[in-house]
């Protein structure tokens, strides 16, 4: 019998045997991982050629078997991955045709991976902007052919910031799919800087620059009114969506000066928000994240390979201490799974029992 099969049936005499003892129910974890990324072998060895790393973070080595492997030591059941930043445009030069080429072969390994567990792995399609018209072609291809969970979009895509009007085509086309976009961060626009793995000061990007990355892409889709125009598009920003529950109230402020909005108006485009708890689920970021999102605004992410086991599990403890003793049991699953499940019911089963 497989692991996971083990596990649902366990799980299962959990939840009937705390039913009719009506005690508090066991914590039975099951969760699904949002912020988690693959890197194929031709993808790792391309990026190495090119000297390029992640944000300043060495590239490190994945197997789907090792994924597996990790999944259950953190009760993840369903892992949908996505590509990490340079994604499919590798400097800042790089040929278009090369990156459309990239992206199509990055999308169909994924789309390979979730047929051959079909159970275990989704994905968010690779794009290739700033190449707007491959990027509508592909997220067509990814979502309508290949059934992706939906697309992932660096913060920024060679200097051009999310929400920048230029991607307006493909947000329609996004738009009319209901589809979720997965912001991850990138390396921002640094003033001499020579690649994409550097930043200006000698602190690797993905230190904090990553996080300013998103927290700014956050601010810009409403201040570009990209949230206004294409209601139907759903985002998950990664770790917490960097700053921006902690800097709400200034964010606010002023991008109401900047629109015109009402505080209310802008309130409620940010409350369309999802975050994810990669690596920010300490005691220090949930609380704010929690006051502004509420708990059915948070998906779980691990952040594997990229962040180390002395990373991921530290956060994935604190995110379970933090969720036996401060919130309710539907909260924790909201958490774990169902907000997930509820975004991505287009990739799950019925038997999988989300
Ligand atoms: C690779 O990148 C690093 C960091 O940007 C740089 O120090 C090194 O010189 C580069 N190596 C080559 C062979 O380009
Ligand atoms: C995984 O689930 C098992 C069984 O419910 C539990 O004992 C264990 O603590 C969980 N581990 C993590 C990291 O969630
Ligand atoms: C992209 O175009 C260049 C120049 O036309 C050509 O040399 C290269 O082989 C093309 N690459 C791909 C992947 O089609
Ligand atoms: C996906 O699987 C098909 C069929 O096995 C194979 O021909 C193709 O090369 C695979 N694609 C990638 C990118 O691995
Ligand atoms: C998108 O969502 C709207 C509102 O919930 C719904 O009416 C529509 O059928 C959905 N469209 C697709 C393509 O799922
Ligand atoms: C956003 O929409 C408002 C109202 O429709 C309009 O006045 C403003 O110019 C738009 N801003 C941008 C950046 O498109
Ligand atoms: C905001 O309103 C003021 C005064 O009504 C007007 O001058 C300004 O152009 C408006 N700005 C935007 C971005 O609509």
């Given at each position: 019998m497989e692991k996971t099969t083990l596990l649902v049936i366990v799980c299962l005499l959990q939840l009937t045997a705390s039913a009719i003892s009506n005690e508090d129910a066991p914590t039975c974890t099951k969760r699904i991982d949002t912020h988690c990324h693959f890197v194929?072998?031709?993808?790792?060895?391309?990026?190495?050629?090119?000297?390029i790393t992640a944000g300043g973070r060495a590239i490190p080595s994945w197997s789907a078997i090792q994924h597996l492997e990790v999944m259950d030591l953190l009760n993840v059941s369903l892992s949908i991955v996505a590509i990490s930043t340079p994604a499919a445009v590798l400097t800042r030069d790089y040929p278009v045709n090369e990156s459309r080429q990239l992206a199509r072969r990055l999308n169909e390994y994924a789309y390979n991976l979730s047929m051959e567990y079909p159970q275990r792995f989704s994905f968010f399609a690779t794009l290739t902007l700033p190449d707007v018209e491959g990027s509508v072609a592909e997220a067509i291809y990814a979502l309508d052919t290949l059934n992706a969970a939906g697309v992932m979009i660096l913060a920024t895509s060679s200097d051009e910031l999310l929400g920048s009007p230029r991607f307006d085509?493909?947000?329609?086309?996004?738009?009319?799919?209901?589809?979720?976009?997965?912001?991850?961060?990138?390396?921002?626009?640094?003033p001499g800087q020579q690649s994409f793995n550097e930043g200006s000061t000698g602190l690797p990007p993905f230190a904090v620059d990553f996080l300013l990355d998103t927290t700014r892409a956050a601010a810009n889709l409403i201040f570009r009114n990209v949230t206004l125009k294409y209601p139907n598009v759903k985002h998950i920003f990664a770790h917490s969506g960097g700053f921006l529950p902690f800097a709400t109230f200034r964010i606010v402020k002023i991008l109401k000066g900047l629109t015109n909005q009402t505080e209310e108006a802008i309130m409620s485009q940010l409350e369309t928000f999802y975050v994810d708890t990669a690596l920010s689920a300490s005691k220090y970021a949930l609380p704010s994240t929690i006051a502004l999102l509420g708990t059915n605004h948070l998906t779980f992410g691990s952040d594997y390979p990229f962040a180390p086991a002395d990373a991921y599990i530290p956060n994935t403890e604190h995110l379970d201490k933090f969720l036996r003793e401060d919130v309710t049991t539907t909260a924790k699953k909201q958490i774990n799974f169902k907000t997930a499940a509820d975004l991505f019911s287009h990739v799950l089963s019925e038997d999988m029992g989300y």
């Open positions: 194929p072998p031709f993808y790792a060895e391309l990026l190495h050629e090119n000297n085509p493909l947000y329609a086309e996004l738009d009319k799919r209901n589809a979720t976009v997965f912001v991850h961060p990138s390396q921002s626009p640094c």
